[in-house]
């Protein structure tokens, strides 16, 4: 079967950090976030992978190129991200057959789209304790009842099943991709998911995990799961005075200098260095040449490649993007003194994050003066500058 991944999208609820990365490239654990769904794709046993490729289209098309894991990948252009029916019916000309469509920001567990594709026509669920926020899925009574409906997040939800965006579709569906625009201004794929429900016997497929990565912190939760999932692995160069505990990945090229502890997960890529005397703890990734130096500790983190925390810095919970410089002795806060979750402003909107520890958002070339203090949740735009000394408890 044919694999379609929507990549297309703007991810603006991700800003800053997918200003000059498109959200499904965004680092999780050891590869981006869309490679994590183009591999459950061929896993379960795509013959051809079909990406939507629309914002920042080339950066998904050079990381794949035309051929990825010995499976051909091809793309559609999404001109204008018009909805999600409209993502796949700009790949319609790719389609024959029976064809699955995910999405290229979910985190699925492999194995279901293994059982997704068997069960064609299939949706993939997962329950959740609060379906009211979600599009939620009606069946036939019964354990194993079919799929007769979605409704968008329902003041009434007619079960926990939560629509988990992952669809395998009848060769018919290719036929029905053109939907009106929803009252959302968009050609929304449960319109197509709407058509084939009512012509088929929709089989849902239940989800044992699955993480929809739309906002900074579920970027750090998707690097929680995936770097949960490494094996200890040293090929870099790591000093004799370092002590690594647990699944620690070193890749090759990367140093771990001496005074250094490091307590997995933990992915430091190649060309990073560490330490001396750094303390790397909680799931974090340390992306390709990045630098953590001298009396840093990090914590449950993201570092993207080429940034720098070098001297005396305190970093948890937070998400640093390319190129960053913290000064010396740059802290994060990322708990608040009455222990309410952190809220974070997305799209202009103050929105709990429903965690307790949350540290900060830095996009690309973020550069802080020393000795500056961040406040939990607080979101640095690309090139954003602090003063030596300032407390910094506004977004910028
Ligand atoms: P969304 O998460 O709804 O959109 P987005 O990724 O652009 O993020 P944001 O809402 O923060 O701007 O999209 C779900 C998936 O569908 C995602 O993988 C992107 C993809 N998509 C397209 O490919 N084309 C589209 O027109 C839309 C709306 C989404």
Redesign the pocket.
Known sequence: MKAV???????????PL?ESIP??MLPVADRPL?AH?VDAAIDAGATEVVL????EAETVREYFGPEYRGVPISYAI?E?????A??VN?ARDHLEGPFAV?????LYDPAAIDRLFDACPAICAIEVADPSNYGVLSTEPGRDGSVTGIVEKPAEPPTNLANA?AYAFPAEAREWLEVPESERG????TDVVAQVIDEYDVTPVTLERWL?V??PWELLEANEWKLADLERRIDGDVSEDARLEGAVVVEEGATVEPGVVIEGPALIREGAEVGPNAYVRGATLIEADAEVGHAVEIKNSVISRGTSVSHLSYVGDSVLGRHVNFGAGTNVANLRHDDDDIRFT??GERVSTDRRKFGVVAGDGVKTGINTSLTPGLKLTTGATTMPGETVERDR
């Open positions: 991944v929507l990549a297309a999208g703007q991810g603006t609820r991700m800003r997918s959200k499904p869309a769904t939507v490729i629309g914002y999404q204008e991200q018009a909805g999600t409209d993502a700009a995910l999405n290229g920001d979910n965006g968009e050609h929304e794929i929809d739309g906002r997305v799209k």
